[in-house]
Nanobody, 124 residues
Framework: QVQLVESGGGLVQAGDSLRLSCAAS????????MGWFRQAPGKAREAVAT????????YYADFVKGRFTISRDNAKNTVYLQMNSLKPENTAVYYC?????????????????WGQGTQVTVSS
């Protein structure tokens, strides 16, 4: 059974950092592009970042503005999202997702596997 399990969320103060992890199990995702998405209360889910199968190509949503970094460790079947200088508007449930191909994408519909999400709450 394929599973993506996110961890690392929590309650932090504005300006703090968090590193989210997404551990995959059930199969290897070393040939698959991965992505991070988020959904804030009352809002639609939106893309945060995506990374190619090799890790050489990464793309970010405009609001990230250099504060977030996506990375992966294929040996550990894990993808990460380092979030720095967090703001209250970054409060959301953050989801990890996997594509069926190695090309990165910021489009939600391009992803076929999804995790259950991890809550990130940033207080002011």
């Amino acid at each position: 059974q394929v599973q993506l399990v996110e961890s690392g969320g929590g309650l932090v103060q504005a300006g703090d950092s968090l590193r989210l992890s997404c551990a995959a199990s059930g199969r290897t995702f070393s040939n698959n592009a991965m992505g991070w998405f988020r959904q804030a209360p009352g809002k639609a889910r939106e893309a945060v970042a995506t990374i190619s199968w090799s890790g050489r190509s990464t793309y970010y949503a405009d609001f990230v503005k250099g504060r977030f970094t996506i990375s992966r460790d294929n040996a550990k079947n894990t993808v990460y999202l380092q979030m720095n200088s967090l703001k209250p508007e970054n409060t959301a449930v953050y989801y990890c997702a996997a594509r069926g191909v190695g090309v990165p994408s910021l489009y939600e519909n391009d992803y076929i596997y999804w995790g259950q999400g991890t809550q990130v709450t940033v207080s002011s």
